[in-house]
């Protein structure tokens, strides 16, 4: 039985941790070793948008401390990933490059969509219990030191996540100096937070009903909950018997009753504030505590893409629930997509030998389909460009900001005049290789787009056949389709420009 032993290592706000883990098709993945160093990069991050140069030298240290332990353990890949509190900095390009040079680990740096999508990753790593809380109404809150993510789930699909500003460490960061003005922290803390709280109540949870509230995260079990993270489960009344026990203790008397260092202790107070609101929010009578933490995540991701293990849960159908979430909310037409969306998928799948791209490649597809359209929610007369700033301006979960700015150009194209690489690249800063993915997705789009120019989906079945480097395209309608055929020219050239191949398109019976 061949068994690969994997390290995941998370560069956080307020520690960087590493755990080892053993892979095998028979085992899946288990830990074998967790090592954790405090090393508040995030103070610098919040409050400045850079660090000092003592702080990345301790963080090169903390590195090359774990290279020496992977090498004991003898591991084989590894994967490192920063969140917040490196992709604030105003230039991170320049601390991943001395990162490298000093330890030979390549950084990423994730957004905050792959961050929570990782993270909640390692929930469904407990399979049975995570697949029978998503049957209801359910709630994850990811407590991160800059940031807080909610996502809510509903029969086993993802139906909203959203990121608020309202990491454990940047509260503190923010409400510093004003801490000693007040003998109650918490009320402070709770009325700093209160008006986003507020909003995401209004935008978000109209019509949702939470059964069942998850938080991410180890930093709980660790220290408040220690006596529980064998049991999970913290019933409400258990939660505030715990939180008036501990809310007007000081950092010092926290950090001393918890074994923690105080700058470590001081995150506690916000983390408990933000839960209690969220309890109250969600009416929630129980708390389910995993004690899983975005390093599962990434094993979990590393075991599955690998196929170590195969998960229950449909993690892509995730993302298209929640990019067809978005069209909804733009009132984008949902007949017209689902039509063009299945001619983009036809012609797609028929051309693999032409395109040379892959799953991921075909899932961006699906989601540019998706999102084409929602820019005519404002505005009629421009509809790529308000498209475009709305993808970039929303994030989807589980795509990089990278493929994010890809989707976001398909559409814009689907109708712009496609530039060179030099003209977009000076906007984007996208890669050759980026460029090259949003002309082909781009193409596939604007030919499946006109086939259903008028929105009525008159093409009832696409046959598509390549035969040398020509490309039929045997439309089968009952409907008159003169509309559609009539305004392909230019979609057609552009197709060919792109494939270098011949299209031909006709309906069915006819020369």
């Not at 909203?160 to 000693?180: A, C, P």
């Not at 007007?248 to 506690?268: H, K, T, V």
């Not at 998928?345 to 030998?353: A, C, E, G, M, P």
């Amino acid at each position: 039985m061949a068994v690969t032993t994997f390290a995941a290592i998370d560069i956080g706000s307020y520690e960087v941790s590493m755990k080892i883990f053993e892979m095998s098709r028979r085992i899946g993945f288990r830990e074998i070793n967790d090592v954790r160093y405090q090393l508040e990069l995030g103070r610098g991050t919040y409050a400045a948008g850079r660090l000092e140069m003592e702080t990345v030298d301790e963080l090169c240290e903390i590195l090359n401390d774990f290279k020496r332990m992977m090498a004991d353990f003898g591991v084989e890949s590894w994967r490192a990933c920063a969140t917040s509190s490196l992709r604030e900095l105003k230039n991170p390009t320049i601390i991943l490059e001395q990162i490298y040079q000093r330890t030979g680990i390549r950084v990423e740096i994730l957004s905050n969509a792959e961050q929570h999508f990782l993270g909640y990753k390692s929930i469904a790593a407990i399979e049975s219990g995570f697949k029978k809380a998503i049957q209801k109404g359910t709630a994850i809150l990811d407590i991160g030191g800059g940031n807080l993510q909610v996502s809510l789930f509903d029969k086993d699909a993802l139906v909203l996540t959203q990121s608020i500003r309202m990491g454990s460490l940047r509260i503190r960061q923010r409400l510093k100096d004003l801490e000693k003005t007040t003998p109650h922290y918490d009320r402070l803390v709770e009325e700093f937070i209160r008006n986003d709280l507020m909003s995401f109540q209004r935008l978000y949870l109209k019509d949702k009903e939470i059964s069942n509230l998850i938080l991410m995260g180890d930093f709980l079990t660790d220290t408040i909950f220690q006596d529980k993270s064998g049991e999970n489960i913290i019933t409400k009344t258990e939660f505030l018997k715990k939180y008036d026990s501990i809310v007007n203790m000081s950092d010092y008397d926290l950090a001393d009753s918890m074994g923690l260092e105080p700058e470590y202790a001081s995150l506690i107070i916000p983390n408990m504030v933000i839960i209690r609101n969220f309890i109250e929010l969600f009416q929630a009578e129980a708390l389910w505590i995993p004690g899983v933490s975005l390093l599962d995540g990434i094993a979990y991701d590393y075991a599955e893409k690998n196929k170590y293990l195969k998960s229950a849960h449909n993690f892509e159908n995730d993302i298209l629930v929640a990019s067809r979430n978005i069209a909804r909310r733009y009132s984008s037409g949902k007949n017209h997509l689902t039509g063009t969306c299945d001619l983009a998928l036809d012609i797609f799948d028929s051309t693999k030998k032409i395109h040379g791209m892959g799953k991921r490649e075909r899932l961006l597809l699906q989601i540019s389909v998706i999102l084409h359209d929602c820019g005519k929610y404002i505005s009629m007369t421009d509809v790529a460009e308000y498209s475009y700033q709305i993808i970039m301006a929303t994030e989807i979960i589980g795509l990089s900001t990278e493929e994010r700015q890809v989707i976001a150009s398909v559409v814009r194209y689907n109708t712009k005049e496609f530039g060179c690489y030099e003209e977009i690249n000076r906007e984007t800063a996208m890669s050759r290789e980026e460029y090259l993915l949003t002309a082909k997705l781009a193409a596939i789009l604007r030919l499946a787009n006109a086939m259903d120019r008028s929105h009525y989906q008159k093409v009832k079945a696409l046959n598509v056949k390549l035969k040398d480097r020509t490309l039929y395209l045997i439309i089968d309608s009952v409907k008159d389709v003169s509309l559609e055929l009539g305004l392909l020219k230019d979609k057609t050239e552009f197709f060919e420009s792109v494939f270098g191949i011949r299209l031909v398109m006709k309906r069915k019976g006819r020369a």
